[in-house]
């Protein structure tokens, strides 16, 4: 039977399956199309420019043994370059380059590794015809370590950032995932792993983007038929760090793409840095196998600054600013201003902004003043312990009593009550909420939200007591 494209390349590709890893195959190879048999020279058909030198790169050697055996010592290999046209996507060009491999395989299989800064690479972040590649990180090195003030409410957050600072892709934390509410930090964070690495391993790739930026890169890069670019281009970063990976949701596409990123990431010893306002077991929409794998690492989450760690920060803003303010007014913004660091920080540039514009000092009767408004004008979240009293207070018990390990059937109640509500009114992740109401898990908590709209639906008396606790939670 003669030999075909075809049936050279399909055996090439059974001894290339068993020698690397499943999904470097199904990034590298499975994209490949056999082209033309001519003699001992195949040509095979690849969609980038970038993907040829890849190959020539890194699998050079493992297709030199796979053509020998199929085509003899005299072997040659082709490559059939997609090149896309500037004018029209849907009209593609090829162009054909040899192998570095044109003469008659070595014994040693000796090759020349190509020289990076060559590749005529996609990068999303630099104006397009240039052809060297450097990506900036887009960091913000104001969000450091330094600025960073640690509470008990971050502690577990800021110190797997360090470790993973000091050893990227070196560490178990790997994704780190850190999550919580708006404001608390979880972007200061990731920027400050960022900038620390870049500080210690200057040659490392790090890179900072949104998961919307990410979307939208995606999005483009099908639009303009370089996808597999796209994904190339993200396969180099070192350390790669997204933001609100939780905009990812409902993204069939971005999840699909993001999923193969991250697994090459992963396996190839780079780091990966997550950001989300919710834990890995409360995001909906978002697919199972990309769910399993922010998992693999640590999910450390942040929580609303005490009240020590909140005079701190804003102590820590005012040197910063080189702002003296009296420790009385400082300790009444602490007081009064609970839900995240970001409030703390607007009310101080309020006091110093109506201080500087009317030459007046600072005054308590003045913090008191833009307190009032900024706490009038901010959407105001339920606390997990407000909640627990109210609902408590409701069916006659105390607090102590909610959290107990009881099964009597109104006292039950009355803690998935709390836990329902708790996961309506606040932005605490499901095992937050479980370890606050009684140190119960993630699960206790889904089962006591899905009974509670069960008996909502069916049991009259159950839809009273839930409007109830309703008109007391939010008037």
């Known amino acids: ?56 790169e890194h699998y050079i050697k493992l297709l030199r043994v796979a053509l020998v055996k199929q085509l003899g010592e005299d072997a040659k290999l082709v490559y059939d370059v997609r090149m896309e046209n500037n004018y029209s996507s849907s009209n ?94 979880k972007t200061h964070i990731a920027h400050a792993i960022g900038v620390e690495i870049k500080d210690k391993y200057p040659d490392k790739t790090v890179l900072y983007i949104s998961s919307e930026k990410f979307t939208q890169q995606y999005i483009d890069s099908v639009k303009g038929n370089t996808r597999n670019d796209f994904i190339h281009f993200y396969q180099m970063i070192d350390v790669l760090i997204i933001d609100d990976v939780q905009f990812l949701s409902g993204k069939t596409g971005t999840q699909d793409v993001f999923f193969h990123i991250f697994n090459h990431l992963h396996q190839n010893g780079k780091q990966v840095i997550l950001t989300s306002d919710k834990a890995p077991v409360d995001m909906q929409d978002i697919e199972q196998r990309l769910l399993s794998r922010f998992k693999w690492g640590l999910s450390a989450e ?61 005054t308590l009767s003045l913090t008191k003043q833009i307190v009032d408004k900024f706490v009038k004008n901010t959407k105001r979240e339920v606390s997990i312990d407000y909640i627990q009293k109210v609902v408590s207070s409701y069916f006659e018990l105390d607090v102590a009593t909610l959290q107990s390990k009881t099964r009597k059937r109104h006292i039950v109640q009355a803690r998935q009550l ?35 709209d069960n ?20 008037f």
């Open 418 to 452: 709390a836990m329902y509500f708790a996961k309506r009114m606040t932005k605490a992740s499901l095992a937050s909420i479980g370890s606050q109401i009684g140190k119960r898990d993630h699960a206790t908590v889904l089962h006591a939200c899905k009974t509670v």
């Open 302 to 362: 942040l929580q609303a600054p005490d009240y020590e760690t909140r005079v701190s920060i804003l102590k820590n803003k005012l040197y910063r600013d080189g702002v003296e303010m009296p420790d009385e007014i400082i300790e009444y913004i602490a007081k009064h201003i609970k839900s995240n660091v970001r409030e703390l920080e607007g009310v101080l540039i309020s006091m110093i902004a109506q201080a500087s514009f009317n030459r007046k000092e600072f």
């Open 455 to 474: 008996l909502t639906e069916t049991d009259k008396q159950f839809r009273k007591y839930v409007d109830d606790i309703t008109k007391k939670l939010t």
């Open 92 to 185: 593609p060009h090829t162009v054909k380059i040899p192998s570095s491999n044109r003469n008659p395989i070595n014994p040693q299989g000796v090759t020349v590794p190509m020289d990076i800064n060559k590749r005529e690479l996609k990068n999303p972040f630099i104006i397009p015809g240039i052809q060297k590649v450097k990506i900036e990180s887009q960091l913000n090195p104001n969000y450091n370590f330094a600025s960073f003030v640690e509470g008990d409410s971050n502690r577990l957050g800021r110190s797997a950032g360090m470790a993973v600072a000091n050893k990227p892709g070196g560490t178990s934390f790997n994704p780190l995932l850190i999550y919580g509410g708006v404001g608390l930090g």
């Open 1 to 56: 039977m003669s030999k075909t494209a075809s049936s050279v390349w399909n055996e090439c590709l059974s001894f290339i399956k068993d020698n690397i890893k499943q999904q470097a195959y199904k990034t590298w190879f499975e994209p490949i199309k056999p082209v033309k048999l001519a003699g001992e020279a195949l040509t095979i058909q690849v969609p980038s420019k970038f993907f040829y030198e890849w190959l020539e």
